[in-house]
T-cell receptor
Framework: EADIYQTPRYLVIGTGKKITLECSQTMGHDKMYWYQQDPGMELHLIHY???????EKGDLSSESTVSRIRTEHFPLTLESARPSHTSQYLC?????????????FGPGTRLLVL | AQSVTQLDSQVPVFEEAPVELRCNYSSSVSVYLFWYVQYPNQGLQLLLK??????LVESINGFEAEFNKSQTSFHLRKPSVHISDTAEYFCAVSDIRNTPLVFGKGTRLSVIA
């Protein structure tokens, strides 16, 4: 079983609030990812990181930001939440640098912005 | 850029019956192919993957998938499903240019007793 954790699991919040979704992994993986998934739709990569102090934007434009100050921690922040941000956010990690490596996923955070 | 199409959004099947979940991809170069599974209230986990070599890959719980380059497919099959196989299944593709994984929309497999 992979050791990757996301908090909170569920979040209901009002428009305009700043929120941070936490993601931590204890496997020492270099690469970490954030995906956004709407019900019945594809997972879309919104951010990824090759290692400490490395962050890249994914294929889906997102108003969120990320940071990678420690190997095990990859938080995602929304400065001002809007209803359009309502979605499920999945964090993942993998060993090595290549995209052929197995990704290990956290349980996800379901976000509802009112 | 590569893309993935999962043709069926939902597949209901009776317990002990065979099942096939379809996945087609498009890419101009050689690919890596994956099937991930998401059980209810859990994160995605790798089911099996094709990187190179034998075109038939198997998982530990009886699923198999065959890479068919001419048909650009990577369909997932199981000869006899269990209730515990009820889950969402995602096909994904990356390629040798080291591009990010692209996921399909997922297929919800519902096994009926």
């Amino acid at each position: 079983e992979a050791d990757i954790y996301q908090t909170p699991r569920y979040l209901v919040i009002g428009t305009g609030k700043k929120i941070t979704l936490e993601c931590s992994q204890t496997m020492g993986h270099d690469k970490m990812y954030w995906y956004q998934q709407d019900p019945g739709m594809e997972l879309h990569l919104i951010h990824y990181s090759y290692g400490v102090n490395s962050t890249e934007k994914g294929d889906l434009s997102s108003e969120s930001t990320v940071s990678r100050i420690r190997t095990e921690h990859f938080p995602l922040t929304l400065e001002s939440a809007r209803p359009s941000h309502t979605s499920q956010y999945l964090c993942a990690s993998s060993a090595g640098q290549g995209w052929e490596e197995t990704q290990y996923f956290g349980p996800g955070t379901r976000l509802l912005v009112l | 850029a590569q893309s993935v199409t999962q043709l069926d959004s939902q597949v209901p099947v009776f317990e002990e019956a065979p099942v096939e979940l379809r996945c087609n991809y498009s890419s101009s170069v050689s690919v890596y192919l994956f099937w991930y599974v998401q059980y209810p209230n859990q994160g995605l986990q790798l089911l099996l993957k094709y990187l190179s070599g034998s075109t038939l890959v198997e998982s530990i719980n009886g699923f198999e998938a065959e890479f068919n380059k001419s048909q650009t497919s990577f369909h997932l099959r199981k000869p006899s499903v269990h209730i515990s196989d009820t889950a969402e299944y995602f096909c994904a593709v990356s390629d040798i240019r080291n591009t990010p994984l692209v996921f399909g929309k997922g297929t919800r497999l519902s096994v009926i007793a």
